[in-house]
């Protein structure tokens, strides 16, 4: 039986070839969940760069993130990183997490915010 970090790897390996498979040139919207903050960076893949980074540190960080309302914050605030930065369009690399409860609220925030995913 694998642990629980092998198989977190294995998920976000899986999630990362899917989207090599789609990016068309696109930079990637990487999101990382520890227990206490939410990180988010517009990398693009193919110069290693990244482009923009949001945080929930940055944004308060007194409320951390570990709500739904701070994932939203950190969803705009990429967003409007990343629209400076002159990205509109990107592929949402969620890791190793599901596409649920605070993942989904930043990216519905970015989609709001002016990223196309």
Excluded: C, W
Excluded at 5 to 28: D, E, M
Excluded at 83 to 94: E, H, Q, S, T
């Amino acid at each position: 039986m694998k642990d629980k970090h092998q198989r977190a790897s294995y998920r976000r390996g899986r999630v990362r070839r899917q989207l090599a498979a789609r990016t068309n040139g696109r930079p990637r919207l990487s999101v990382f969940r520890s227990l206490r903050h939410l990180y988010a960076q517009v990398i693009d893949d193919s110069t290693g760069r990244t482009l923009a980074s949001a945080s929930s540190l940055a944004e308060g960080g007194k409320t951390g993130g570990k709500n739904v309302a701070s994932a939203k914050k950190v969803g705009e605030l990429i967003a409007k990183k990343a629209v400076g930065a002159g990205v509109k369009a990107v592929v949402f690399d969620r890791g190793a997490q599901r596409y649920h409860g605070r993942i989904k609220a930043l990216a519905e925030a970015a989609r709001a915010g002016g990223l196309e995913f």
